[in-house]
């Protein structure tokens, strides 16, 4: 079967699910189940003859081999079973649990996935399938998914900036669905020739991770593996464990990320009376420049902390981070004075599937210790003035931060140039300001605009009714949040 072929029958059998009332979240969990049962199958087969350490009672063929009620039995007592296994077999199928009523169906999922070789078919086009199904459950807005899923476009972006180079760590503490690692191995794979040490260092040692969601460290584990990254008998490059909560045992050349969104971490506990209350989690940690409750700002703390002395980092923030007071402003002074923040893209809303987001990209590279502070100059590019986009009608496409990309100057950064000047080009998205203009304002604050909007001088220019109608959704649920924050802070 080629491709398309391919591609267009795990659409239509999902199609089919949904009328069922199975989500995409839940089609693509047994999907995750299956595919990878079928590769251990092939694998187990010459040339390859592996042991994957998958018992013979719950093999492939175990499930080919049975029908009906006796098939669902079965089926969830296998994946009970597999989820105690260690490395990442144990992690795939983690929590794992039917969600696929009808045996019949069941059936028809399991034909579907026997009928390709899956070993042997190209990383692109199991990417290719994957992913799809990835965007699209991050599409379904009642699951939740979103949060889990950064636009690729972005991250594109993101990665032409940093230009990761091969033999280099690269890491992300909180990696949703794998998305980061993916973009930087394509880019390692198109940009280098690489050599079979290379590559092996590419395969098995170059990506580390944290997801302390377990289905959604099963889609990035099954993702990473279906691109060509680690080993079906290997041990997981993604970790369970809170990323927050100590200080990492090995430091790392790259960090590429986007820390989930809420200012707030907390832990879900029974109380005496029986009843679930949450409590704020604050990190007492010695490596951190302050301590808070403020998810966001601990990931940044904890982001640089990763770092090696020469490491670099690219990150997703909300707005919070860039101006809020207290611990926020201890951790930008902190940031400007022990690491080089160099650049700032200021992002549009509309292009997440969580709403109500304002985001930016903080660029930063780790220094060593010394007296005075490192950051010298911040180039900023206002992406967000005067930009309209919606998910579904205009979504964020690479081209759209074509113009950021060659403006950051990837090859050599200290050859920027300005774009703006408040005489010869006031619409100039690309400018900078010293450390010292910076230092100045109020509570050190990097909430930096400086375009006008145009919809509120010129009626003539405003958006379309739906971009505005989404803006104005936008903005009412990036306002419930805040008062959320302050609901829970009292």
């Given amino acids: 079967m080629n491709t398309e072929s391919i591609v267009s029958k795990v659409w239509s059998f999902c199609t089919t699910l949904r009328d069922d009332g199975v989500g995409y979240g839940d089609y693509l969990e047994q999907l995750t189940y299956l595919i990878f049962l079928k590769m ?55 929590k794992a649990q039917n969600k696929i009523q009808d045996p019949a169906k069941l059936s028809r999922l399991i034909q579907m996935v026997n009928d390709t070789d899956w070993v042997v078919m190209g990383a692109d086009t199991k990417g290719t399938i994957y992913e799809g199904l990835l965007e699209k459950n991050a599409e379904d807005t009642k699951s939740g998914a979103g949060q889990y899923f950064t636009p690729r476009s972005l991250i594109h972006a993101m990665v032409q900036c940093m230009r990761p180079e091969p033999n280099q760590t690269i890491a992300d503490p909180a990696c949703g669905t794998g998305g980061f690692f993916l973009s930087a191995y394509d880019y390692l794979v198109e940009n280098y020739k690489l050599d079979k040490k290379q590559k092996a260092f590419l395969k098995h040692d170059t990506f580390h991770g944290n997801e302390i969601v377990a289905n959604t460290r099963r889609l990035c584990l099954m993702n990473m593996f279906l691109h060509n990254i680690g080993e079906i008998d290997g041990d997981s490059a993604v970790s369970p464990n809170d990323a927050l909560v100590a200080s990492p045992t090995k430091t790392v050349d790259m960090v590429l990320a986007n820390p989930p ?75 400007m004075e022990n690491t080089d923040l160099h650049t700032i893209l200021r992002l549009p809303t509309g292009i997440f599937y969580a709403n109500g987001v304002k985001a930016n990209v903080l660029f930063f590279d780790n220094k060593p210790a010394q007296k005075d502070p490192w950051t010298k100059e911040i180039w900023f590019y206002d992406y967000r003035t005067n930009v309209h986009h919606t998910l579904k009608r205009k979504p964020l496409r690479v081209e759209h931060l074509a113009d950021f990309v060659e403006c950051y100057k990837p090859e050599n950064r200290f050859k920027r140039k300005a774009n703006w000047s408040e005489s010869k080009n006031p619409e100039g998205r690309w400018r900078k300001y010293s450390y010292e203009e910076i230092a100045a304002r109020d509570k050190t604050s990097l909430d930096i605009f400086w375009l006008k909007d145009k919809s509120l001088a010129d009626l003539d220019n405003l958006p379309e009714p739906e971009v505005l109608a989404e803006e104005i959704i936008e903005n009412m649920e990036a306002g419930l949040n805040s008062f959320r924050a302050v609901l829970s802070a009292l």
Avoid at 60 to 82: D, F, I, M
Wanted: glycine share 10%.
């Fill in 261 to 335: 969104f809420g200012k707030k971490s907390s832990m879900t506990f029974t109380n005496e009376e029986g009843g679930q209350e949450k409590d704020d989690l604050t990190y007492n940690r010695q490596d951190f420049w302050d301590t808070t409750s403020n998810k966001q700002l601990n990931f940044v703390q904890h982001i640089r902390s990763m770092l090696k002395s020469t490491g670099r980092a690219a990150v997703v923030v909300p707005d919070n981070v860039l101006f809020e007071g207290g611990a926020g402003e201890t951790v930008r002074k902190k940031l």
């Fill in 40 to 94: 251990a199958d092939e694998y187990s087969k010459p040339p390859y003859s592996r042991d994957v350490g998958i018992p013979e009672q719950y093999s492939w063929q175990s499930l080919r081999s049975k029908n009906g009620a006796e098939l669902e039995v079965h089926y969830v007592s296998l994946l009970r079973a597999l989820g105690g296994q260690k490395a990442m077999l144990g992690q795939i199928f983690t």
